[in-house]
């Protein structure tokens, strides 16, 4: 899939709209439209890179970007404390829908291991 046609690039490019938490430059976090817990943000590069495999090594401040994203939002939707789970799903047996690399901040709840 290209950056044209996908829902995370018209997301970021705010012609589908969103309840953004987060943006800047590189970034942009906004509420899960189907959330599976209390506190579901996605946290996606602003750039179209379809999966984590597709990092390079000069995405590797992007990558952290990404990281530290997410735990500034556990701090400010009040889950840093409780706990909070960051997932970046991959492929298909992870189960990623959207191919544009994201990573989950879920939080608010107590979240089993192994994951399901
Ligand atoms: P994945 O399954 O690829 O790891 O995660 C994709 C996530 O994007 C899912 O949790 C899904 O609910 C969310 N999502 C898909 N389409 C939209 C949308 O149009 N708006 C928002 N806010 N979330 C979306
Ligand atoms: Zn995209």
């Keep these: 899939m290209t950056g044209e046609s996908c829902i995370f690039c018209k997301i970021a490019n705010k012609e589908i709209a969103s309840r953004i938490v987060f943006e800047d430059d590189e970034a942009l976090a906004f509420q899960d439209i189907n959330p599976q817990a209390p506190v579901h943000v996605v946290v996606i590069s602003k750039r179209h890179i379809e999966k984590l495999t597709d990092l390079k090594e000069s995405d590797a401040a992007l990558a952290g970007k990404l990281i530290l994203v997410c735990r ?9 404390g409780s706990g909070y789970r960051v997932v970046i799903n991959t492929n298909r047996d992870a189960g990623q ?6 990573a989950h901040l879920l939080g608010g709840r107590r979240f089993v291991w192994p994951p399901g």
């Design 97 to 102: 829908s959207v191919f544009h690399l994201h």
């Design 72 to 80: 500034d939002i556990a701090k400010t939707e009040n889950c840093e």
